[in-house]
């Protein structure tokens, strides 16, 4: 498998509205799931926060996550979030509290670690 574009689209909850975050997934899942499967999606998962939900999806290049993002039923979907305002965040890479995903890189030590030194006068 090469390597897939991860995408967020965090749905926040709001005290002015009606509806909730989880309600609000729960009424476009299948919706969402199904425009994800026929449009070239690798993964997604949902998370459920104590503040709200995220969507996270990948895709193998951007054109994909674009063509899919610019569908009326996914714009649909976001225009209905419980506050389209304040409580939608769309962004690259994986959202929320999650922990890094990516390895990181060993550090060279500086030159200075690499000499060797005098031992000290007894």
């Known amino acids: ?15 002015h509205a ?7 997934r729960d009424a476009y899942a299948q919706t969402l799931g199904e ?5 070239g999606a690798v993964l997604w998962e949902w998370f459920e926060h104590s503040w709200g939900v995220i969507l996270e999806v990948a895709f193998r290049e951007e054109r994909t996550w674009l063509n899919w993002r610019s569908l009326p039923g996914t714009q649909a979907a ?8 304040n409580g939608l965040l769309v ?3 994986h959202g929320g509290t999650s922990g890094g995903y990516v390895l990181s890189v060993p550090r060279i030590p500086p030159p200075a670690d690499r000499v060797a030194l005098p031992e000290p006068a007894r």
Do not use: K, Q
């Not at 976001?78 to 305002?85: F, K, Q």
């Open 18 to 24: 009606e509806t909730s975050a989880a309600a609000w």
């Open 91 to 93: 962004h690259r890479g």
């Open 35 to 39: 425009s994800l499967v026929t449009n």
């Open 78 to 85: 976001l225009d209905a979030v419980p506050d389209p305002l």
């Open 1 to 15: 498998m090469t390597a897939a574009d991860w995408w967020a689209i965090e749905i926040a909850d709001s005290e």
